[in-house]
């Protein structure tokens, strides 16, 4: 066996590959699936790790393998959860809107085996985010995607899914021309293009978490997949948002009302359009984003060393992924009798391990990142003050400056236009630095009964 180092001065594996180029019992090795030894495998020619390696079926298999790891170990799907998928109508959206269903179809299938039928099957939904009012001029663009996607989700095998068009200004309240008002004065006020898109992609989250909640979904699927990821690594490090960054990269966020996961994390954008072209499953895109901000600079940036070397995106998501995550970056452990205890034993194995210090009772109103104590300790210097000087104060430094305007006059029209829930988490999080400041110097103040001792 040839030992296939580059640092190898014996010349074994050219030999081996002069002698017949790896035959074995008359079959040429290169020229089979790596894995099932016996079928040919595929090429796409666009230069990625798996091209020439898999055949058709082992690569499919390959990819649905990472999917159902995640889902399983992390505990993602159990069989009493009501499952909400946020479907963007791309490839990485479609591939997890097919592979929960599949997993749905096969829960069915035992279920209906079962004599005791003792578990239930796992509900699915899907949601999509109708950004038409941030986007005027892709109006017909959106309609013909919502169209498309009713088509889409209807088309899909039963048990039927229930879908769920969200307008992205819902989160400003049930008076449509009001809410599309607010968004719209609230996202010119923002000069930033960069932030004008985080901002934007945040209200699409609070949009998400809105339908969940209200239609009794207790899991949020979102197809980020490695390369998505390996992008924000990099653009949350050039933001300086690297306390928060651990929080948003692992498999499980449970910050939220209704918990995300992630089960593509371990996938490769190649590897997902590829399964898009052997399934036929079609896709559409929707140009909802700024061409010149860092997000889509960096988005490049990577896309360019993942061609030089394919492996590149995974190495950068690994190297993150060393960072200590956050206790809300696992599911809430509960004692339901409907999760399988082989599920239960995996979850123990694989549930991330934390030492309490990445705690944090704080977030960003506006991007929901974690803050530490000292992001944070503006907040105990506010007594009596402008609402606008506290949205300020609560705020990630990453916030503050690329969405907040600088001047006092703009922030105080700014915060008018946020939303409801953004204002009341600012107000809520001053009441709790106020009484952790209360509670860490409580040796130091007098009671009401006690006298001063001069």
Known sequence: MACNSS?????????????????????????????CKCNEPMTFGDGGSDDGRFCTDCFRNNVFGKFRLAVTSHAMITPSDNVLVAFSGGSSSRVALQFVHELQIKALKNYEASRDRSLPVFGV???????TAAFPTLSKEMIDAIEWIRSTVSSLSPPAKDL??????????????????????????????TGKEDLLQHLKMLSLQKVASENGYNRLVVGSCTSRIASHVLTATVKGRGYSLSADIQHVDARWKVPIVLPLRDCVRQEITRLCVLDGLKTVELACRSQCGINDLVSSFVAVLQEENPSRECTIVRTAAKLTPFYFNKIPETDDSNVPLATQRRLKRFNLKYDGSMTTEAFCPICNGPLNRSDSSDLDTFEDCHESDVLYAACCSSCR????????????????????NMISQVKHQKVDSQAYLREKIKDCLLLDNEDEVV
Do not use: M, T, W
Not at 15 to 32: H, L
Not at 176 to 193: G, H, T
């Open 125 to 131: 939904g899907v949601a999509f985010v109708d950004e």
């Open 164 to 193: 769920h068009v969200v307008p992205i200004e819902s989160v400003f309240g049930s008076d449509s021309l009001e809410a599309r008002d607010k968004l719209v004065k609230l996202l010119d006020s923002v000069a930033d293009d």
């Open 401 to 420: 400056f690329q969405i907040l305007p600088q001047d006092g006059s703009s922030l105080e029209q700014f915060s008018s236009f946020l939303p409801d």
């Open 7 to 35: 640092g190898c001065e014996s010349g074994c594996y050219d030999r081996e590959k002069e002698n017949g180029n790896n035959v074995d019992g008359g079959v040429n090795q290169e020229s089979v699936c790596v894995k």
